[in-house]
Nanobody, 115 residues
Framework: QVQLVESGGGLVQAGGSLRLSCAASGVSFVINEMGWYRQAPGKQRELVATLTIGVGTNYADSVKGRITISRDSARNTEYLQMNSLKPEDTAVYYC?????????WGKGTMVTVSS
């Protein structure tokens, strides 16, 4: 069973930066796809970014140019560097991993951007 643990959330002013991390455990192989999703209050969960081995990255239009996903594949750890944050980026950010057609989720980390 893949277990995902996020860290790095918090409160930041608009224009600031945060770096989220997600560590996967319970696996002895490189996970094919890892990514980040977010859910703002009263809204549906949405894609932020994914990074797939052998394919590359995919970003939501709303974060392109401000947010960068990266991975340490050997450690099954991923990162989300968020710059130029906006109040509308406020959400719970969830780490996601996909393997064998199954999606695994972390419990989430809260990011709050104040105006």
């Amino acid at each position: 069973q893949v277990q995902l643990v996020e860290s790095g959330g918090g409160l930041v002013q608009a224009g600031g930066s945060l770096r989220l991390s997600c560590a996967a455990s319970g696996v002895s192989f490189v996970i094919n796809e890892m990514g980040w999703y977010r859910q703002a209050p009263g809204k549906q969960r949405e894609l932020v970014a994914t990074l797939t081995i052998g394919v590359g990255t995919n970003y939501a239009d709303s974060v392109k140019g401000r947010i960068t996903i990266s991975r340490d594949s050997a450690r099954n750890t991923e990162y989300l560097q968020m710059n130029s944050l906006k109040p509308e980026d406020t959400a719970v950010y969830y780490c996601n991993a996909r393997q064998w057609g199954i999606a695994f989720w972390g419990k989430g980390t809260m990011v709050t951007v104040s105006s």
